[in-house]
């Protein structure tokens, strides 16, 4: 079972137009416009992912910043009612 290639005048056939290479492209202009598209759709929403990603990050360290610093200030106010009652 081999492969034949169809010849014939119904077979297609990619036919330079003239010296623009987007007329020469088997596929044409909106082949390279519709991928172009797609790429940078998928780009936007890798990048959205990204921000709102680094945004909850931060917001996790200021909030354990934040509670550390809760801490301290209990520690320190504990430590002091304690000296002034001796």
Not at 26 to 36: R, V
Not at 38 to 59: D, E, F, P
């Amino acid at each position: 079972m081999g492969l034949h290639r169809a010849v014939g005048p119904d077979s297609p056939q990619v036919v330079p137009k003239g010296d623009d290479c987007r007329e020469r492209s088997a596929y044409g202009e909106d082949m390279g416009k519709t991928l172009l598209t797609v790429l940078g759709v998928i780009l936007a929403i890798c990048l959205v992912t990204t921000v709102i990603g680094s945004m909850i990050a931060m917001l996790k360290f200021f909030f354990f910043i934040g509670l550390i610093a809760v801490v301290v200030v209990l520690a320190v106010t504990a430590v002091s009612k304690m000296s002034k009652s001796d």
